[in-house]
C-alpha cells in the first residue's frame, strides 16, 4: 500500500577549489553534484477511534517519522475501522492490506496468550516504564521477535513506545471495597486480563474501545475498564457511570505496538529503517508528555465537572488480583515459550525494580507535605 511520489526538492551544491603553485594559479571548479530522494507514504491503521488520544498519540509518531526523514517518508494515518477492525491490524500489515498499524499486543493475545507479556502481563514489583526498559535490555525485543516471526510466522516487525501510567480497574455502578462485590459482574477488559478477572469470577467480554459504551447501554456489560482518565472521558464513560476505581494490578505495564510489513521494512534503505524504529523512541517522550499533562486535567475534570467519584482501588482487591495472577500463570507457564518469556521478565524484575523501590522518594509523603488533605487514602 506503500505509494512513491515524484522529489519534491532538488538542491544542488557547487563545490569550487582553488589550486595555486608558484607562481602559476588556477581555478578548479567541481561538477554540481545534486542529491534528490523519491517520497514514500505509507498507510498505516490505528486501533483506535479519530476521537481518542491514542490517535494523537500515534500522530505524533507519523509526524516525527516524517520530520526525521526530512519528509522522505510521510504516514497517512487512519483512525480504526477505515480499512479493517480495531483488533484486525496485525493481520492487514502482514498480508499488505495496510503498511502499518498502530495497536497494542493484548489485541491480538488470541493468537498466542504470549503476546499480551508484552504489554499486559504480570506485575512482579516492575513498573510500565522499566518493563520497557526489558524490551530494550533485557531481552525482551528478541523475545517478541521470536514470537511474532517464528512461532507465528507473521510478515512484521514491531517497535513499541510509551510506558502507559497504570490502567484503572474502571467504571462500577458502586464503589468497590472487596473482591467479593465484583463476582459475577459482566466486566470489559482484554489480553490475559481477561483471564486474572475471570479467575477473580467475573464475566469477561473483549471489546475495542469505541464499542464499549454502547455494550454498557444495551446490558452485554455492566462494568468496564478501557486505560485512562482521557480516552475514558473521550467515549463517554462519565455519562454512564458515576464510580472510578483507580489502580489495578490487571493492565500495571502495557506500551503502544507499532508494527511495519517485514517486506516493505526490509526493502527500505537503512536509514529509514533506523527512523521507523527509533521514531518510536522519539514517540516515547512526546506520548508521555502527552499523557501526563491531559490525563490530569481529564481526572479533574471528571471530578469537579462531570460528578464522578473517584476512589482507590483496595489492596485487598490487588491482593485478590495477584492470587489471580499466580493460577492463571500456573497454567500458561507450562507452555515452554511463555515460561520463557515469564522468567526473563521475573528476573528483571527482581534485579530493577529492587533499585527503583529501594531508591526511589516517598513521593507521596512530599505530596501530602505541600497539598495536605487532597488524597484520600
Known amino acids: ?17 582553488t589550486i595555486a603553485a608558484g607562481s602559476a594559479a588556477g581555478a578548479l571548479a567541481a561538477p554540481a553534484i545534486v542529491s534528490a530522494q523519491d517520497t514514500m507514504t505509507l498507510k498505516m491503521q490505528s486501533s483506535w477511534p479519530a476521537s481518542d488520544i491514542f490517535q494523537d498519540m500515534a500522530k505524533q509518531y507519523a509526524d516525527r517519522v516524517e520530520a526525521m526523514s526530512g519528509g522522505r517518508l510521510k504516514i497517512d494515518l487512519l483512525p480504526a475501522g477505515a480499512v479493517v477492525q480495531a483488533f484486525q491490524v496485525q493481520d492487514a ?37 522499566q518493563i520497557l526498559a526489558w524490551i530494550h535490555f533485557g531481552g525482551g525485543k528478541d523475545l517478541y521477535r521470536e514470537l511474532v516471526q517464528d512461532i507465528l510466522g507473521l510478515n512484521v516487525v514491531g517497535f513499541f513506545a510509551l510506558p502507559m ?10 464503589e468497590i471495597t472487596s473482591a467479593d462485590q465484583m463476582k459475577g459482574l459482566k ?41 485512562n482518565p482521557t480516552s475514558d472521558s473521550r467515549f463517554g464513560a462519565q455519562d454512564v457511570s458515576k464510580v472510578y476505581m483507580l489502580g489495578s494490578y490487571h493492565q500495571a505495564a502495557e506500551f503502544f505496538e507499532i508494527i511495519v510489513n517485514k517486506d516493505l521494512y526490509d526493502g527500505l534503505d537503512p536509514d529509514l529503517q533506523a527512523i521507523l524504529e527509533y521514531g518510536a523512541e522519539a514517540a516515547n517522550t512526546a506520548n508521555y508528555g502527552l499523557a501526563m499533562d491531559q ?7 471528571l471530578i469537579n465537572e462531570d460528578g464522578v467519584n473517584v476512589y482507590r482501588t483496595p489492596q485487598s482487591v490487588m491482593a485478590a488480583q495477584l492470587e489471580s495472577w499466580d493460577t492463571v500463570l500456573a497454567d500458561l507457564t507450562q507452555d515452554e515459550f511463555f515460561g520463557k518469556v515469564v522468567d526473563s521478565q521475573k528476573a528483571w524484575s527482581e534485579r530493577v525494580a529492587f533499585y527503583a523501590l529501594t531508591n526511589q522518594a516517598d513521593y507521596k509523603l512530599a505530596y501530602e507535605h505541600y497539598f495536605p488533605g487532597k488524597l484520600a487514602f
Do not use: C
Not at 499486543?105 to 508484552?118: H, P, V
Open 1 to 17: 500500500m506503500s505509494e512513491t511520489k515524484n522529489p519534491v526538492s532538488r538542491r544542488s551544491f557547487l563545490k569550487v577549489g
Open 93 to 129: 500489515v502482514a498480508d499488505g492490506v495496510i503498511d502499518a498499524a498502530h495497536t497494542v499486543t493484548a489485541y491480538w493475545y488470541g493468537k498466542n496468550k504470549a503476546a499480551s507479556l508484552f504489554g499486559t502481563g504480570p506485575v512482579f514489583g516492575a513498573d510500565a516504564g
Open 165 to 174: 501510567p497504570t490502567q484503572p480497574l474502571g467504571w462500577f455502578k458502586e
Open 187 to 227: 466486566y470489559r477488559t482484554v489480553g490475559l486480563a481477561t483471564d486474572i478477572m475471570q479467575g477473580m469470577g467475573l464475566s469477561v467480554t473483549q471489546l475495542p474501545g469505541g464499542e464499549i459504551v454502547p455494550a454498557l447501554e444495551r446490558g452485554v456489560i455492566e462494568a468496564f475498564e478501557f486505560n
Open 295 to 301: 490525563y490530569s486535567k481529564d481526572l479533574q475534570k
